[in-house]
């Protein structure tokens, strides 16, 4: 089989050795000795090789997140936050030793909490004090600390319940795999909600050969409509949803009927269109932060309690989320192979031509399928906004180019494609930080990207044909 | 004087150097994209390599001249990992592709775990780097002020500065223009319209693309530094906003022109700085906020980019024949 290898080949096979080589020297860079700076503020920690996380969730004693306190970390390294809408907080720290977290007093004294201070010690590396979560409302139960070991108090001057190290006997190996089963387990979830978001683009591009750059925008808009319904209008959070996948299904059908149609009428090449839909994500994207500002916003204020399961942690909230995100893409798989419509679009991907001969109405699956993809992407927003604790202006933009990842590595504009590279792409990038820095685990995925371009530029369900 | 001000400011821009770094990264993509048909959505990733590779072998006191070559071979490298993958396949890879590569590099560059080699998202500050650059300078010390602007003759945001970048961007224009009439520039035209009648004249369609993206980033580079000099290097500064703007500027100018790039970028944020700075004055700042201007500014640039190519394919002084391509 190696004899019969072309010239051609093997040449290839040399730029996936070049490539994967790159990789990894990018990944060695990515972990250096680190030199030490100072403590940071962030929105979510995972602790790596070079940094230890503080953080938690501040609630009051019936369970109510506190929003907007201002939380100090002193010790080794000193940082400022305040509480997110969800009452949580987070600090990435580099340098090992004893922090203490403390808070307003008169916060403790209004929400009676047991304490404003909290005193911890933290260590890069060990995966039972690489992480110290820091309670200040004393309640006993599991609160979804990735580490999995159990809650004790471990500080004797304060009250604060601290969670910390009584994880001695556990090695560093079972808690590796604990951090490698919740890592595959959020890397699913997220996988699942990202094939939600390219389904609806990678049909677009399948019906019309348009990669639209503006997709990531329709996510945004799903997300921050859901926000307005929740928190502006005081919906309940199921209409708001709802109202936000009508906004999205009617932008998509306005978009078909204003730009996109006549652009086709005019025979303006994909090239030209997929120009276009950058401008549009820039204006959407700007006109989102005209309205709502630079900053996250909530959907919901609830903090769902955590459970254990098996390895994992979760709460039913994630669990739902995964639900309906699973359920709605096998409901679109059906609608496509199952109905006369879904028929008609597969024909139109195959080739419009053949499918306008035999008289499919070439326009208007393409209308339908611009409903189908923007309602999709709404959903989606609506989904990562309350998984991820928020939406903000460019949540979509950042999503984009794992979406385009993902699209890529399926298959362009094949139907299943989308959903197998979106769970790939979810479980790498999520996975990726357990060995590369936090935030630089898009990276991985993005990478993926080149990776199968250079291996099998048609992705895995992909026919094989020149591309291009 | 309000009107006074908002006249300053916005000629001011004329001459700016962040205007000039801008014509710079235009004429890069005008070589990818008005020669060749290359679709580069990673214009800013050239640009934030460049700065990289000057701002960091500076710091480490390189020679200036070579910073800049070590800024060039950066670029060259990355053409060329860029290239390997994705030119043999359609447009759309390409766009994926090098906008994908764009965030990877600023991602990398803004990770903490470099903080000691690129700053981490702080950036590498302007005394580490620009000092050998303003040593250069033949002018005296002191400020100077022609017409209505008044700027430092050295440092920062200088007079020097100004002289060496539109220096650049006129050598720019003159190669461009000699490239766009040479045999060579014929090819790459031809590449654009139809690269299977390439192949068949026994050209490799590969090679001569990869030659322009080599060229067209050599220039992104450049812009990059640029780009830098009156300010710091910041990864974020450099982000997929830059790559929208440089394509606007390109396409307002008109792209496959020589002249496009120089008149679009000026413009562009003359009338952008027009725009906003009447808005400062002109409306309240109760009812609107700095950052809603802001962004405001950013819809109105994209909603030109989208009403250009709707409606004027061909930008202000192009040619439509030109816009023949191969898609």
């Known amino acids: 089989m190696v004899a019969l290898l072309s010239k051609k080949r093997a040449l290839r096979s040399v730029m996936v050795f070049a490539g994967a080589a790159l990789i990894i020297i990018l990944a060695l860079l990515a972990v250096p000795p680190a030199t030490a700076s100072a403590a940071e503020a962030v929105t979510t920690c995972n602790p790596t090789s070079s940094n230890a996380c503080v953080n938690g969730i501040l609630q009051d004693s019936s369970k109510q997140a506190i929003a907007g306190v201002q939380v100090t970390l002193g010790g080794e390294e000193s940082a400022t936050t305040t509480t997110d809408s969800s009452g949580k907080w987070a600090f990435s720290v580099t340098a090992d030793g004893e922090y203490t977290v403390s808070l307003p007093s008169d916060v403790m004294k209004n929400h009676g909490l047991k304490s404003d201070k909290a005193t911890v010690t933290v260590k890069k590396g060990d995966f039972s004090k690489a992480r110290q979560v820091v309670r200040f409302d004393e309640a006993q139960e599991s609160d979804g600390a990735q580490s999995g070991s159990s809650a004790s108090p471990e500080s004797s001057d304060t009250k604060a319940s601290t969670q910390a190290s009584s994880g001695q006997e556990e090695s560093a190996f079972s808690n590796f795999m604990s951090r490698f089963w919740q890592q595959l387990f959020s890397g699913v979830i997220f996988g699942l909600m990202l094939g939600l978001m390219s389904v609806g683009m990678n049909l677009v591009y399948g019906t019309t050969k348009l990669s639209s750059f503006s997709h990531g925008e329709q996510v945004s808009l799903g997300g921050l409509m859901a926000y307005v319904g929740t928190q502006i209008l005081h919906w309940p959070l199921v209409l708001s949803a709802i109202l936000a996948v009508a906004v999205g299904a009617a932008t998509g059908l306005l978009q078909n009927e204003l730009v996109w149609k006549p652009l086709r009428r005019r025979h303006i090449g994909p090239m030209q269109q997929m120009i276009v839909t950058i401008g549009l994500s820039m204006a959407l994207q700007y006109v989102f932060q005209f309205f709502f500002g630079g900053d996250v916003k909530g959907i919901t204020t609830s903090v769902p309690q955590g459970f254990q399961m098996g390895p994992i942690t979760t709460d039913f909230t994630t669990l739902m989320l995964a639900g309906i995100a699973l359920v709605v893409i096998i409901a679109f798989t059906l609608f496509l192979y199952g109905t006369r419509l879904g028929r008609a679009t597969r024909a139109v991907s195959d080739n419009p031509a053949l499918a306008s001969a035999s008289g499919i109405n070439v326009e208007q699956v393409v209308r339908v399928v611009w409903i189908i993809s923007t309602a999709l992407a709404a959903l989606s927003g609506v989904l990562i906004g309350i998984y991820l604790n928020g939406i903000a202006w460019n949540t979509g933009a950042l999503m984009l180019l794992l979406m385009f990842s993902a699209v890529t590595l399926g298959g362009l504009g094949t139907a299943n494609g989308a959903l197998v590279g979106s769970l790939v792409i979810g479980v790498v990038a999520d996975m990726s930080s357990l060995v590369i820095p936090d935030d630089m685990r898009y990276v991985s995925a993005l990478a993926i990207l080149i990776v199968v371009l250079l291996i099998r530029p048609q992705g895995i369900f992909g026919k094989q044909q020149r591309v291009g | ?327």
């Open chain 2, 1 to 327: 004087m309000d009107l006074m001000t908002i006249f300053t400011n916005s000629f001011a821009q004329l001459i700016a150097p962040t205007t000039a770094a801008y014509v710079l990264a235009a004429i890069g993509l005008n070589i990818h994209f008005g020669m060749t048909g290359l679709m580069n959505m990673g214009q800013a990733g050239f640009m934030l390599l460049g700065a990289y590779g000057f701002a960091i072998t500076q710091s480490m006191g390189w020679n200036l001249f070579a910073s800049v070559l070590a800024a060039l071979t950066l670029a060259a490298v990355y053409a060329v990992l860029l290239g390997i993958p994705t030119l043999k396949l359609g447009p759309d890879y390409l766009a994926m592709v090098t906008l994908a590569s764009a965030e990877i590099i600023r991602i990398i560059g803004r990770s903490t775990s470099l903080t000691s080699i690129t700053g981490g998202s702080g950036g590498i500050s302007p005394q580490d780097f620009t000092t050998q650059f303003e040593n250069l300078s033949p002018l005296p010390e002191g400020n100077s002020t022609i017409l209505l602007w008044s700027y430092s003759n050295n440092i920062a945001d200088s007079w020097w500065l100004r002289i060496v970048a539109w220096a650049l961007v006129l050598i720019a224009v003159l190669l461009t223009w000699r490239w766009y009439r040479s045999p060579w520039g014929r090819v790459l035209k031809g590449i654009r319209e139809d690269e299977n009648v390439i192949r068949s004249l026994g050209k490799s369609v590969t090679k001569f693309k990869l030659q322009s993206l080599f060229l067209g980033g050599a220039f992104g580079a450049l812009s990059g530094i640029i780009f830098v000099l009156p300010r710091s290097v910041q990864p974020d500064s450099l982000g997929r906003q830059v790559t929208f703007y440089v394509w606007t500027i390109l396409l307002l100018g008109g792209a496959a022109s020589i002249l496009g790039p120089v008149l679009g970028s000026c413009l562009l944020w003359v009338l952008l700085t027009v725009v906003k700075e009447s808005m400062r004055e002109g409306i309240s700042s109760n009812l609107i906020s700095s950052n809603q201007i802001e962004s405001l500014g950013w819809v109105i640039v994209g909603v030109a980019l989208m009403c250009l190519v709707i409606f004027r394919p061909q930008g202000l002084i192009g040619d439509r024949r030109e816009l023949a391509f191969n898609a």
